[in-house]
């Protein structure tokens, strides 16, 4: 099963690498999909060989960027992460599809906790 995470990104250096640390024990697929970033967020990218694509920041719509990736990616599951959403549990990919693979949904989401400051 082919699982595809993409983050979209914007200046995204301050948490990126926390969340690429995070997810990749999972071994999925990640793409960044970036809307010309001014500060380091490629070269994180680059440095953990993580595929990225490049839009111009005028073309970017969270809705129509996120399903227009996804139709083209060929996964048989797509995980979206926020550039800022560092995830908490070490196997928070396996929590957020195990309902989608058993078909008990086709939809999973995980909670979203601010942080302090």
Same mark, same amino acid.
């Given at each position: 099963?082919?699982?595809?995470?993409?983050?979209?990104?914007?200046?995204?250096?301050?948490?990126?690498?926390?969340? +690429?640390?995070?997810?990749?024990?999972? @071994?999925?697929?990640?793409?960044?999909?970036?809307?010309? &970033? /001014?500060d !380091?967020? %490629?070269?994180?990218?680059?440095?953990?060989?993580?595929?990225?694509?490049? +839009?111009c920041?005028?073309d970017?719509? @969270?809705?129509?960027t996120?399903?227009?990736?996804?139709? &083209? /990616?060929? !996964?048989? %599951?797509v995980?979206?992460?926020?550039?800022?959403?560092?995830?908490?549990?070490?196997?928070?990919?396996?929590?957020?599809?195990k309902?989608?693979?058993?078909?008990?949904?086709?939809?999973?989401?995980?909670?979203?906790?601010?942080?302090?400051?």
């Open positions: 099963m082919k699982i595809l995470i993409i983050i979209p990104t914007y200046n995204a250096e301050t948490y990126l690498p926390k969340i +690429i640390k995070k997810l990749e024990r999972h @071994h999925s697929d990640i793409l960044i999909i970036d809307s010309n &970033s /001014t !380091s967020t %490629i070269s994180i990218a680059k440095s953990n060989n993580i595929n990225f694509t490049q +839009i920041q005028k970017f719509n @969270h809705g129509v996120r399903e227009q990736y996804r139709k &083209s /990616t060929g !996964s048989d %599951i995980v979206y992460f926020t550039q800022d959403a560092i995830p908490i549990e070490s196997d928070i990919i396996e929590k957020l599809i309902p989608l693979i058993e078909g008990e949904a086709s939809v999973s989401y995980g909670r979203q906790i601010p942080r302090n400051g």
